[in-house]
């Protein structure tokens, strides 16, 4: 109904009115017992939605568009791994370089769609990985260079980059482009062992949050109290590690998920290494979601900080174990590819 919903309305400030439901929409659904992959595929089907009726409203203004193009996610939107809290990471690709006389068509769309985004709740990308950044807003040819660029010369910058933009999808304009787009950009990762290993390097730069004697390793990010980082200490940990995984076996789904069970299949992840990985990212998932959805129920702003003292006994084991999983994996990993 939702989705329904978004489809009908005329112009941004109806748009804004719907946006205000998916808060409660979120809260429902954990209250369902929704598990973790549902949960992030339908909030992200509501950000699909919306980007595409930007999309839409805005071509009814702008007119036909000078070429072929297509709109594109990355980062967790990509995944359609999203939550309660998330900004907003895109691009827009083209057929051929655009022409000076084509520029304002699309730096119109791109201003409609990223400011309406913005204003329905997805704030801009601290980065400016936006497709409102002309850099992010060129040819397929242009965009194929930028992938050449990363996996020739990998830097700290170039490895950044490539674990934001290797997860990419298509959500409105011409798929083609996008397709060729990622098939370019896996079969130049693929057998590029030196630019896997700097990957390899920047999947390791997330540790799970265990100390000495597994103690928890609380952090405060200045606007609460200590608590245990989920996001970027549990789940960032494991979508790099199987997102490196996928690069090796040139497995194109974005969705972490989807990435494990095709590494398995594919034999490029021991099966039984897998199901862990997957079982963690569900239980470390499920706690930030359960955490965030208290959070909006208390009118609090949703966040990735869980007091471990807020944990039951049996939570902490199960967590702890979780974290131990995700730690034995980076270790793996650490040898598979000699990173010190």
Request: aromatic fraction near 6%; include cysteine.
């Amino acid at each position: 109904r939702l989705l329904q919903d978004i489809q009908r309305q005329e112009n941004l400030d109806a748009l804004v009115t719907v946006s205000q439901r998916l808060p409660s929409l979120f809260v429902r659904m954990m209250r369902l017992g929704r598990d973790v992959e549902q949960v992030g595929r339908l909030i992200t089907q509501v950000t699909d939605a919306f980007t595409l009726r930007l999309v839409e409203l805005a071509e009814a203004e702008l007119g036909p568009a000078p070429q072929a193009w297509a709109w594109m996610a990355f980062g967790s939107q990509a995944r359609q791994e999203q939550t309660a809290r998330t900004d907003q990471d895109n691009g827009l690709v083209t057929e051929r370089p655009i022409r000076s006389e084509e520029a304002p068509w699309f730096d119109q769309l791109s201003r409609r769609v990223c400011d309406g985004l913005d204003r329905l709740g997805y704030v801009y990308c601290p980065g400016e990985i936006m497709a409102l950044n002309p850099r992010w807003r060129v040819s397929l040819g242009e965009w194929k260079q930028h992938f050449d660029g990363w996996l020739k010369e990998p830097d700290p910058k170039s490895v950044m980059h490539s674990s934001i933009f290797f997860d990419l999808r298509c959500i409105g304009g011409d798929g083609s482009l996008v397709d060729r787009l990622i098939s370019h950009a896996m079969t130049g990762a693929r057998d590029n062992r030196i630019f896997l290993r700097f990957m390899a390097a920047n999947a390791l730069t997330h540790r799970p949050p265990l100390g000495f004697f597994r103690r928890f390793v609380q952090e405060d990010d200045g606007s609460q109290e200590e608590g245990l980082n989920l996001k970027h200490r549990g789940i960032v940990p494991i979508i790099d590690l199987v997102r490196l995984r996928a690069l090796e076996g040139g497995i194109e789904a974005p969705n972490t998920f989807d990435r494990l069970r095709a590494a398995a299949e594919a034999g490029v992840m021991n099966a039984e290494d897998a199901a862990n990985l997957e079982d963690a990212l569900g239980l470390i998932g499920r706690l930030r979601l359960e955490h965030q959805s208290a959070q909006l129920e208390n009118g609090e702003a949703p966040g990735n900080l869980v007091p471990a003292d807020d944990l039951s006994p049996l939570m902490r084991r199960n967590l702890k174990a979780a974290f131990m999983l995700v730690g034995e994996a980076q270790q793996a990993l650490r040898l598979r590819y000699q990173v010190h």
